[in-house]
T-cell receptor, first 114, second 114 residues
């Protein structure tokens, strides 16, 4: 099965600075990579996703990059704000055949210092 | 739409007791799943269903049963609770498969087994 590793496990940044979270995956057939944000005591929610036919995707202050050759993808948050403090999960899945499982990384706790 | 709902929000069990965690969605989603969230381990898939009458095992199925008699409901049964099952449980649904569609999570159930 798919194994997703996520680093770092915790990240503290000054407000206004950038934050980068990196994930690697093991299954070269994986081609869908979503990112979920979970605020304290809340449910995970999708913030951005990328498919293997795209190298980079942006949505306002967040962006995701994908390197299929190296089997890693990253989340970039620019101009961090206090509301960006949360746990972020990366995930990977195959969009093919009868595959119905999304594999998650262990999560990164991001703290934005005022 | 209420989205994905879960009951109860909190539950304390004694070792050996059984119980059912309820999950319902009103979005007519085909795919539903159960995850458990433990510190430092991300979200791990317990069981999933691709439609009414069809269920399958995920990554950590032991000690849990599921059924899917209707499109809307996907209950998770703990047969004989153990302290190792202390966790936060999330139900999720997506329109079809999680490799193509956004997963919507419920608010979670925090379970403690003494």
């Amino acid at each position: 099965g798919e194994n997703v590793e996520q680093h770092p496990s915790t990240l503290s940044v000054q407000e206004g600075d950038s934050a980068v979270i990196k994930c690697t995956y093991s299954d070269s057939a994986s081609n869908y990579f979503p990112w979920y944000k979970q605020e304290l005591g809340k449910r995970p929610q999708l913030i951005i996703d990328i498919r293997s036919n795209v190298g980079e995707k942006k949505d306002q202050r967040i962006a995701v990059t994908l390197n299929k050759t190296a089997k890693h993808f990253s989340l970039h948050i620019t101009e961090t704000q206090p509301e960006d403090s949360a746990v972020y999960f990366c995930a990977a899945s195959r969009q093919r055949g009868g595959d119905y499982k999304l594999s998650f990384g262990a999560g990164t706790t991001v703290t934005v210092r005022a | 739409n209420a989205g994905v709902t879960q009951t109860p929000k909190f539950q304390v069990l004694k070792t050996g007791q059984s119980m059912t965690l309820q999950c319902a969605q009103d979005m007519n989603h085909e795919y539903m799943s159960w995850y458990r969230q433990d510190p430092g381990m991300g979200l791990r898939l317990i069981h999933y269903s691709v439609g009414a009458g069809i269920t399958d095992q995920g990554e950590v199925p032991n000690g849990y049963n599921v059924s899917r008699s209707t499109t809307e409901d996907f209950p998770l049964r703990l047969l004989s609770a153990a302290p190792s099952q202390t966790s936060v449980y999330f139900c999720a649904s997506s329109e079809r498969r999680p490799s193509t569609d956004t997963q919507y999570f419920g608010p979670g159930t925090r379970l403690t087994v003494l």
